[in-house]
């Protein structure tokens, strides 16, 4: 029972790494690339320096969808620490969502940000952070010693 309760949490952890690693990739490629595609979410075509910070944060973002396919395979110590980071960095970006709904720069499209961020961040990894980590007493059964 333990090494099947270790099981399925390793397999949801893939789904959602997986997840994470499709939306946050081509996200990050198309901020480097093509920054002026997410003026769809701005209520007015973007600036040059606008288009140079969304071009800047690129990389970041690329590297968050890197590092989500490569925590599949690492230990539960590193996934939840991953996940504690994540619910955390989440968290800050929909504050951030929300308030910048309130300047009247972004469309209402800003909130299937703010539903993205939520899905993955705070549901996906917080479940994982503090409520399915085996061993934690809260929905996991034993350790996985791998």
Known sequence: PA????????????????VQACAATPFGI????????FEFIATKPFELHTEDSIRMSGPFVL????MAFH???L??????AFSSTCFICYG???????????????????????????LIGIVGHGSFAFFLSPGSGRGGQGRDTR
């Not at 309760?5 to 959602?16: E, R, V």
């Open 3 to 18: 090494q099947t309760a270790a099981s399925g949490h390793s397999d949801k952890y893939a789904a959602l790494a997986t």
């Open 92 to 118: 800050i970006a929909i504050a951030i969502c929300l308030l910048g709904l309130q300047t009247g720069r972004w469309n209402l499209w800003l909130l299937s940000c703010i539903a993205l961020f939520t």
């Open 63 to 66: 590297l968050l969808g890197i």
């Open 75 to 80: 230990d539960q110590d590193a996934r939840k």
């Open 71 to 73: 925590m599949r395979s």
């Open 30 to 37: 198309m901020m480097i690339v093509w920054p002026s595609f």
